[in-house]
């Protein structure tokens, strides 16, 4: 291609040598190729020509009997070591494999180092660690049962953190109703120690919540550092709420974990453990409402086959009066016989004793049994018109009882029978529709009416 401006090129020549780099080239590329290779390290070796310039910045070599590697400590992670490394000590360090362009120097960046070995910090950690499991904290008999639907969430932790937002991100997806208390603290240096503890003490006697979060995001273990202290281990055992701790990610661990009542990989995942999902919520007011909705239909309709059953059960009650009026005069003319078969026999044993009497003819006898046969008759009299009574005020009684029960009586307190001109009873508005001659049969007469509207809907 030819480019305005600049001679033309020899066609007849190409340079065939491949293309150089430069310095800045081959260090630039380097310092990615080391980088994308050793995302982070663990080396340990003996500190040598330790220098500590005004910046604040540390830089020093790390060797061992053959070799030797540069290595700068930048003053935002010095800062958190809490004793000074002398020369010639053995350390071990964290970082990051490097190259510093400017001289190609090979070195690490390094964020943590500590003594090598265990290292302090880790040997503390075990040191409490197993003091307070000798004293019974982390035994899971006096872990407290955490509210399987809290009313109240209270959070430990840094107002400007990522552990306050990832908290309430993830309750505002799951469970938006529940309020959320933060009692800030400072979860990192120093002055951590105590400004948790009295933050958990807040939450205590504020008493508004029924579970307590504590923790903060990820972080080296000198910035978890204030987790791993008896006095925060201690406040957490003695708070009377449900305690979960949630510090750092999921591949850190602290004392704080081992003393809290649950521990949540992260504090996203103890928002999550805590609070229940208002999706499943719904499904199941959802699914309760369907089968509430099934059982009143149901219901319904077992009602409403029993009322036509009831309703076929319903006889005629005139036809009830003629059987009742027809059964009561069975039993007069029953009651009329045997009173006539009654005193048709004691007629004729009155004769017999006449006749016994007569043939007997002793005066004393004869007053005697003149008095006996006239009590008799005096008894037989009364007996069969308080029989006759008592039968006939049954009757009476059941006549009245008949009448309280018989749809005549119902239409005499006001109310009606309607019908439709084939003679069908109207037991539903909607059998009917406006325009449609009636007939209310009441209490004395009927009417006959047009319907002008129809309203189904029950009052």
Same mark, same amino acid.
């Given at each position: 291609?030819?480019?305005?401006?600049?001679?033309?090129?020899?066609?007849?020549?190409?340079?065939?040598?491949?293309?150089?780099?430069?310095?800045?080239?081959?260090?630039?590329?380097?310092? +990615?190729?080391?980088?994308?290779?050793?995302?982070?390290?663990?080396?340990?070796?003996?500190?040598?020509?330790?220098?500590?310039?005004?910046?604040?910045?540390?830089?020093?070599?790390?060797?061992?009997?053959?070799?030797?590697?540069?290595?700068?400590?930048?003053?935002?992670?010095?800062?958190?070591?809490?004793?000074?490394?002398?020369?010639?000590?053995?350390?071990?360090?964290?970082?990051?494999?490097?190259?510093?362009?400017?001289?190609?120097?090979?070195?690490?960046?390094?964020?943590?180092?500590?003594?090598?070995?265990?290292?302090?910090?880790?040997?503390?950690?075990?040191?409490?660690?197993?003091?307070?499991?000798?004293?019974?904290?982390?035994?899971?008999?006096?872990?407290?049962?955490?509210?399987?639907?809290?009313?109240?969430?209270?959070?430990?932790?840094?107002?400007?953190?990522?552990?306050?937002?990832?908290?309430?991100?993830?309750?505002?997806?799951?469970?938006? #109703?529940?309020?959320?208390?933060?009692?800030?603290?400072?979860?990192?240096?120093?002055?951590?120690?105590?400004?948790?503890?009295?933050?958990?003490?807040?939450?205590?006697? +504020?008493?508004?919540?029924?579970?307590?979060?504590?923790?903060?995001?990820?972080?080296? =273990?000198?910035? =978890?550092?204030?987790?791993?202290?008896?006095?925060?281990?201690?406040?957490?055992?003695?708070?009377? =709420?449900?305690?979960?701790?949630?510090?750092?990610?999921?591949?850190?661990?602290?004392?704080?974990?081992?003393?809290?009542?649950?521990?949540?990989?992260? !504090?996203?995942?103890?928002?999550?453990?805590?609070?229940?999902?208002?999706?499943?919520?719904?499904?199941?007011?959802?699914?309760?409402?369907?089968?509430?909705?099934?059982?009143?239909?149901? #219901?319904?309709?077992?009602?409403?086959?029993?009322?036509?059953?009831?309703?076929?059960?319903?006889?005629?009650?005139?036809?009830?009066?003629?059987?009742?009026?027809?059964?009561?005069?069975?039993?007069?003319?029953?009651?009329?016989?045997?009173?006539?078969?009654?005193?048709?026999?004691?007629?004729?044993?009155?004769? +017999?004793?006449?006749?016994?009497?007569?043939?007997?003819? !002793?005066?004393?006898?004869?007053?005697?049994?003149? #008095?006996?046969?006239?009590?008799?008759?005096?008894?037989?009299?009364?007996?069969?018109?308080?029989?006759?009574?008592?039968?006939?005020?049954?009757?009476?009684?059941?006549?009245?009882?008949?009448?309280?029960?018989?749809?005549?009586?119902?239409?005499?307190?006001?109310?009606?029978?309607?019908?439709?001109?084939?003679?069908?009873?109207?037991?539903?508005?909607?059998?009917?529709?406006?325009?449609?001659?009636?007939?209310?049969?009441?209490?004395?007469?009927?009417?006959?009416?047009?319907?002008?509207?129809?309203?189904?809907?029950?009052?």
């Amino acid at each position: 291609m030819h480019q305005h401006g600049a001679p033309p090129l020899d066609s007849g020549f190409q340079d065939s040598r491949p293309r150089a780099l430069s310095v800045s080239e081959l260090n630039h590329q380097a310092r +990615h190729l080391l980088e994308a290779s050793f995302m982070q390290v663990w080396v340990e070796g003996e500190l040598s020509g330790l220098s500590r310039p005004s910046s604040g910045h540390w830089y020093f070599s790390l060797k061992d009997r053959k070799c030797q590697i540069r290595c700068a400590m930048f003053r935002g992670f010095n800062q958190r070591v809490k004793d000074v490394p002398k020369e010639g000590e053995q350390v071990r360090i964290r970082g990051k494999v490097t190259l510093y362009e400017n001289r190609g120097d090979f070195q690490i960046i390094v964020e943590h180092i500590e003594p090598a070995g265990l290292g302090a910090l880790q040997q503390a950690f075990e040191e409490l660690k197993r003091k307070l499991q000798q004293e019974g904290l982390f035994d899971a008999a006096r872990k407290k049962p955490l509210p399987t639907t809290p009313r109240h969430i209270g959070v430990v932790t840094s107002p400007t953190g990522a552990a306050i937002h990832d908290i309430l991100t993830v309750l505002a997806r799951r469970c938006p #109703a529940i309020p959320v208390t933060l009692y800030p603290t400072v979860v990192q240096g120093k002055a951590a120690t105590a400004d948790i503890v009295r933050a958990i003490d807040r939450a205590t006697r +504020h008493g508004v919540a029924d579970v307590l979060i504590i923790g903060r995001g990820g972080g080296s =273990l000198e910035d =978890l550092w204030c987790f791993n202290e008896e006095a925060v281990a201690r406040a957490i055992a003695q708070c009377p =709420l449900p305690t979960v701790s949630a510090v750092g990610h999921e591949v850190d661990v602290t004392i704080a974990d081992f003393v809290a009542d649950l521990r949540a990989p992260t !504090p996203s995942a103890a928002a999550e453990k805590i609070s229940p999902d208002q999706n499943d919520w719904l499904r199941q007011l959802t699914e309760r409402e369907l089968r509430l909705a099934g059982a009143a239909s149901r #219901a319904l309709k077992r009602m409403e086959t029993r009322l036509e059953h009831l309703s076929a059960r319903l006889r005629d009650p005139r036809r009830e009066l003629m059987e009742k009026a027809q059964r009561m005069d069975e039993l007069d003319l029953r009651l009329g016989t045997a009173m006539s078969q009654r005193i048709e026999r004691s007629r004729v044993k009155v004769a +017999h004793l006449d006749q016994r009497l007569a043939m007997q003819s !002793p005066v004393r006898q004869l007053s005697d049994s003149q #008095a006996s046969v006239n009590q008799l008759a005096e008894r037989l009299v009364r007996v069969a018109r308080e029989s006759l009574t008592r039968r006939r005020d049954r009757l009476e009684h059941m006549g009245q009882t008949l009448h309280v029960v018989s749809p005549l009586a119902t239409l005499g307190r006001g109310y009606a029978i309607v019908q439709q001109e084939n003679g069908d009873i109207v037991r539903h508005a909607d059998r009917v529709q406006p325009g449609d001659k009636i007939t209310a049969r009441v209490a004395h007469g009927q009417l006959e009416a047009n319907v002008i509207s129809v309203n189904s809907e029950d009052q």
